[in-house]
C-alpha cells in the first residue's frame, strides 16, 4: 500500500484484522471484516449507528472474543498476547463515562494508580497542559461541559503512553465547532506524539476532516474500504 505518497510494508502495520466475525445466535455483527491499520496513519471506521463499530473495537480491545477470525496488534496475537497489547493501547469513547462524583485530577489518577504511572503528578500536569484543562484540576467531572468531558476522557486515554488509540464516537455528544476542535486535537496528538488511531463516527465529516483512510461497515459488513481521496 501507500500511505502519504511512501510505499509501505507488512512491518508498517500495527494492526491487522484478518476475516472477523462476531455472531449473536442469529444476529451477525460483524461480518468476515479484514482490514488494516499502517504507521502514520488515522484510519476512519465510518458506517450507521448498528453498523458493528462498537463490536469492532470491543475485540480490538480483547472485550469480545471474536466468533472467528483473527487480530494481530504490534505484530502479536490478541487472543495469545493480550496483557503485553493492552500495555501498548488505549481507548475512549463518549458512551463510558468517568465517574461524576470525583474531580478531574482525581479521576486521573485514579487511571493513572490502575494503568501503574511512574511520576503521575507530572504525567497528568503536562496532560492536563495539552489539553487546556489546568484551570479545571479541582473541578467536579459532572460540572464539565461535554466538550471538556471529551478532553478529560481523552487526556484519561493518553496517561500510558499508548501506541495505538481506538477512538470510539468520540464527538458524538459535541456541536459542530467542539466536533472540529476535539478532531483537530486528535490529529495533533496522532502527529506530535506517533500514535495510530482508529476513529470510529457516523458522520462522515468528522472523517473527512482528519483520516487518511476509511473503512466502511453497514450492517456488519465491509461496504468499501481505502483511501480518502480514492473513495471519494
Known amino acids: 500500500g501507500i500511505i502519504n505518497n511512501e510505499r509501505v510494508t507488512m512491518a508498517d502495520i500495527v494492526v491487522e484484522a484478518r476475516e472477523l466475525t462476531k455472531r449473536y445466535d442469529e444476529l451477525v455483527a460483524v461480518d468476515r471484516v ?3 491499520i499502517y504507521q502514520g496513519e488515522i484510519l476512519g471506521l465510518l458506517g450507521p449507528n448498528g453498523a458493528g463499530k462498537t463490536t469492532m473495537i470491543q475485540m480490538l480491545l480483547g472485550l469480545l472474543i471474536p466468533t472467528s477470525g483473527e487480530i494481530k496488534i504490534l505484530g502479536m496475537d490478541l487472543s495469545k498476547h493480550r496483557e503485553a497489547i493492552l500495555n501498548q493501547v488505549n481507548f475512549s469513547s463518549a458512551y463510558v463515562a468517568m465517574p461524576y462524583s470525583l474531580t478531574v485530577i482525581e479521576n486521573l489518577m485514579v487511571f493513572a494508580r490502575l494503568y501503574g504511572i511512574k ?13 487546556e484543562m489546568e484551570t479545571m484540576r479541582t473541578k467536579v467531572t459532572g460540572t464539565l461541559s461535554s466538550g471538556q468531558i471529551t478532553r478529560l476522557c481523552l487526556a484519561k486515554a ?11 464516537e468520540p464527538t458524538s455528544n459535541l456541536d459542530p465547532n467542539g466536533r472540529t476542535e476535539v478532531l483537530e486535537l486528535i490529529r495533533d496528538i496522532s502527529t506530535n506524539k506517533s500514535i495510530q488511531v482508529l476513529l470510529s463516527s457516523h458522520i462522515l465529516a468528522d472523517i473527512e476532516l482528519i483520516c487518511g483512510s476509511v473503512v466502511i461497515l453497514n450492517k456488519g459488513r465491509l461496504a468499501a474500504e481505502g483511501r480518502m481521496s480514492d473513495l471519494r
Do not use: Q, W, Y
Open 119 to 131: 511520576n503521575r503528578g507530572a504525567k497528568i500536569n503536562t496532560l492536563l497542559k495539552t489539553f
Open 34 to 36: 479484514s482490514f488494516e
Open 158 to 168: 493518553l496517561l500510558n503512553d499508548p501506541k495505538i488509540l481506538f477512538l470510539d
